[in-house]
């Protein structure tokens, strides 16, 4: 397990977590550095990250945890993940695939059904699983309360 420790990010690291995002593959819309938490080691290389998103006034999004490839299976995402639940309120949304979906259950996140999405969710989950059925997979969008 590396050592590392958790600060919040600063402008200087934008480009950072951009390049993280892209080299993980996940959704790189709406990276604001302000809202985004980092992982770093001793020497204050970036070894994952994750933000609190904002959809609209009472809509937030726990997103963008990533960790790099050659530090991740580290526990570096369960502390980032840890820590924006502490910091997040209630209710809590974030998406995923679905075969994380028991992942994020281990922090009380539920999947929930279309009826129950804000709107933001409903409309890019409908967006999404379209296109997934291709891929032979689908999105889940979970809950935590």
């Given at each position: 397990?590396?050592?590392?420790?958790?600060?919040?990010?600063?402008?200087?690291?934008?480009?950072?977590?951009?390049?993280?995002?892209?080299?993980?593959?996940?959704?790189?819309?709406?990276?604001?550095?302000?809202?985004?938490?980092?992982?770093?080691?001793?020497?204050?290389?970036?070894?994952?990250?994750?933000?609190?998103?904002?959809?609209g006034k009472d809509v937030?999004?726990?997103?963008?945890?990533?960790?790099?490839?050659?530090?991740?299976?580290?526990?570096?995402?369960?502390?980032?993940?840890e820590y924006l639940v502490?910091?997040?309120?209630?209710?809590?949304?974030?998406?995923?695939?679905?075969?994380?979906?028991?992942?994020?259950?281990?922090?009380?996140?539920?999947?929930?059904?279309?009826?129950?999405?804000?709107?933001?969710?409903?409309?890019?989950?409908?967006?999404?699983?379209?296109?997934?059925?291709?891929?032979?997979?689908?999105?889940?969008?979970?809950?935590?309360?």
């Amino acid at each position: 397990m590396v050592d590392f420790t958790l600060r919040p990010a600063t402008e200087a690291d934008s480009s950072s977590i951009k390049d993280l995002i892209h080299r993980v593959g996940i959704n790189p819309m709406d990276l604001d550095w302000r809202r985004f938490v980092l992982a770093v080691d001793g020497s204050g290389k970036m070894l994952g990250c994750g933000q609190l998103k904002p959809h609209g006034k009472d809509v937030i999004e726990l997103a963008s945890i990533a960790v790099e490839p050659s530090h991740q299976h580290q526990g570096i995402a369960r502390v980032i993940i840890e820590y924006l639940v502490a910091q997040g309120p209630r209710p809590l949304y974030l998406t995923c695939r679905s075969r994380l979906g028991s992942f994020y259950e281990k922090w009380g996140f539920h999947a929930i059904e279309s009826a129950e999405m804000p709107a933001y969710f409903r409309r890019l989950s409908r967006l999404v699983n379209a296109m997934a059925a291709f891929m032979n997979d689908k999105m889940l969008v979970m809950k935590l309360m």
